[in-house]
């Protein structure tokens, strides 16, 4: 009996991690729906314990659509629904936390609505909806980033292990920065209050210090190309005494790129930087010799997440985090050109 409990549970984690594998650089896997225990516990769906994606209805709360990494996480999510079957309602939080919430209401109350997923903007402020959904008999999965503590609250966390992104910056950092006089190290940060904000700088700094870099300057530049340009010009105004920029993500270090080159420094040779998500712009700047690693973050969730979803919805317990497989890429790797050529985004 146990055995077989076990044997179960294993089977379900098995798909979610190879359609996390396979993602990255083909189309969406869809993914069986999970088989169910001999003892389920009823969901509160009535077709529970057998519900199929054709009864799931995911109310869907995005962060907005700041970048590369963001829209390729929101095509997974409107491709992969109806491959699968199941009905999304899609809602685009325009990186505004109070938008967020109250979308999250309008899901609490739609009838229509059986699974709410959020990939939510900030760490806090989620304690009274998630009771409210709790209440409703409404499961939450949490998408890509994480919130602080109510884990009783939500189902289970599908996404990428921040901190572990931010060691691995910090890293290769060291190694990029090995022999060099001073170690001098500035840092765009994500938008105020989101996880992989808190989690990569945690991590990087982790690392970094290991080898004597000095985080000298950080700031949020909300994972803008724009905003990293403008952070990024202000600071070489005060000072050009930097060795290295960690870029939260690529599209804040392509605007770093940019103002170094305006400042006539050579980026990647006078200035070393990473970034992290390893979208399609970053093995441009790859290849244009700009940018000189880029830590991936798996944007292409959506299978996973209505996997989980469904077996949420059939009452199944799902452990409380499913992180997704990652990879760093070199801008000196002889195999680039290819590796880009593979990817889906
Ligand atoms: O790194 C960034 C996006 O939540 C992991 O959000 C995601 C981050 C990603 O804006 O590009």
């Not at 869809?30 to 169910?36: D, F, R």
């Not at 505004?96 to 609505?113: S, T």
């Not at 190290?185 to 945690?202: C, H, M, Q, S």
């Amino acid at each position: 009996m146990f055995h077989s409990k076990k044997l179960v549970f294993l089977f379900i984690i098995a798909v979610m991690v190879l359609s996390a594998c396979q993602s990255a650089t083909e189309a969406p896997v869809v993914t069986e729906a999970p088989v169910v225990t001999e003892e389920p516990v009823a969901g509160g769906a009535a077709c529970a314990p057998n519900c199929t994606y054709e009864d799931l209805v995911v109310g869907f709360l995005q962060t907005g659509s700041e970048g590369g990494w963001r829209a390729a996480n929101t095509a997974s999510f409107k491709e992969t629904a109806p491959q699968l079957g199941l009905t999304l309602k899609f809602y685009d939080s325009q990186n505004d936390l109070a938008k967020q919430v109250a979308g999250f209401q309008q899901f609490i109350q739609d009838p229509e609505v059986n699974v709410i997923v959020m990939s939510p903007l900030e760490v806090t402020g989620w304690e009274q909806v998630l009771r409210d959904a709790a209440a409703a008999g409404k499961p939450v999965i949490l998408s890509d980033r994480r919130i602080d503590g109510f884990e009783d609250l939500y189902e289970s966390f599908i996404g990428a292990d921040f901190v572990e992104e931010g060691r691995k910056a910090g890293t290769e950092m060291c190694k990029m920065l090995e022999g060099s006089a001073s170690k001098n190290v500035w840092e765009l940060v994500g938008n105020v209050g989101a996880a992989p904000a808190i989690d990569r700088g945690t991590g990087f700094r982790e690392t970094a210090a290991e080898c004597g870099i000095t985080v000298t300057k950080s700031q949020t530049a909300n994972w803008s190309v724009v905003e990293g340009k403008q952070v990024t010009e202000a600071w070489l105004k005060e000072t050009q005494d930097v060795q290295g920029i960690f870029g939260q993500n690529d599209e804040m270090a392509f605007g770093a790129i940019e103002a170094l080159k305006e400042a006539g420094l050579v980026p990647a040779e006078d200035v070393k930087i990473i970034s992290v998500d390893a979208t399609a712009g970053a093995f441009q700047a790859m290849l244009d010799g700009t940018l000189n690693v880029t830590v991936e973050c798996n944007p292409l969730l959506a299978p996973q997440v209505y996997a989980a979803a469904l077996a949420a919805l059939n009452g199944e317990s799902l452990p409380k985090w499913i992180p997704s497989e990652e990879s760093v890429f070199f801008m000196t790797d002889p195999n680039l050109e290819s590796i880009a050529a593979g990817r889906k985004y």
